[in-house]
C-alpha cells in the first residue's frame, strides 16, 4: 500500500471525527463534533491517504500525541517527540498497522529532525502494543487516567533510532 501524507484538511478532519471502532477499541472514537474537529486542524496533525486519495488515516506529532492524565503524572518530562496515529476503523488489524506507522516515524524523522519518539498507548492494546516493540519501541512507563466511568491505565513507550 502507498501512502502519502498531507496537511491535514477540514474535510479529512470531519470524516475522523465520525470514526467508531470495535469495543475495546471505542475509547479511540471522535466525537463528531466541532471542537474534536478544531484540535485535528491544529497544525499538528496530518491526513494520511492511499493511492486513489482516500483517507486511511492520520499522524499527530508533539503535545497533541499526548495524553492529559499523563502530563499530571509527569511522565512527558524527557524531551522526545511524542507521536500519535489513527488508522481507520476497516483497516485495523488487517496488518497494515507496520507499514502505516513506520511511514510516519519516517515522516516525522525528516520533518522534525527528530531520532527519539514517545507514544503513549492504552494497557489492553496488545495489537498495538506488539506493533510498537516490534518497530523497537520500549515500555518506560505507565499511568491510570481517572474516568467517571471506567479507569483506563496507558503505557508510554520510547524509541531512540
Not at 25 to 34: F, K, L, M, V
Not at 80 to 104: A, Q, T, W
Not at 144 to 161: G, N, Y
Request: hydrophobic share 35%.
Amino acid at each position: 500500500m502507498h501512502f502519502t501524507i498531507k496537511e491535514m484538511n477540514e474535510n479529512h478532519a470531519k470524516e475522523i471525527s465520525t470514526w467508531t471502532y470495535k469495543e475495546p477499541y471505542n475509547i479511540y472514537d471522535g466525537d463528531d463534533s466541532e471542537e474534536f474537529t478544531k484540535e485535528l486542524m491544529d497544525g499538528s496533525y496530518f491526513s494520511v491517504v492511499d493511492e486513489n486519495s482516500d483517507l486511511i488515516g492520520y499522524y499527530c506529532y508533539g503535545e497533541s500525541a499526548q495524553v492529559p492524565a499523563g502530563k499530571l503524572c509527569g511522565v512527558y518530562a524527557q524531551e522526545l517527540l511524542d507521536v500519535g496515529l489513527g488508522m481507520r476503523p476497516d483497516l485495523c488489524g488487517k496488518g497494515n498497522g507496520y507499514d502505516f506507522f513506520v511511514n510516519g516515524l519516517k515522516f516525522a524523522q525528516s520533518k522534525y529532525s527528530s531520532k527519539k519518539f514517545r507514544l503513549t498507548v492504552a494497557a489492553f492494546n496488545e495489537r498495538a502494543i506488539k506493533l510498537y516493540e516490534k518497530i523497537g519501541f520500549v515500555k518506560t512507563d505507565t499511568f491510570v487516567r481517572a474516568h467517571s466511568e471506567e479507569d483506563s491505565t496507558f503505557q508510554v513507550m520510547v524509541l531512540e533510532i
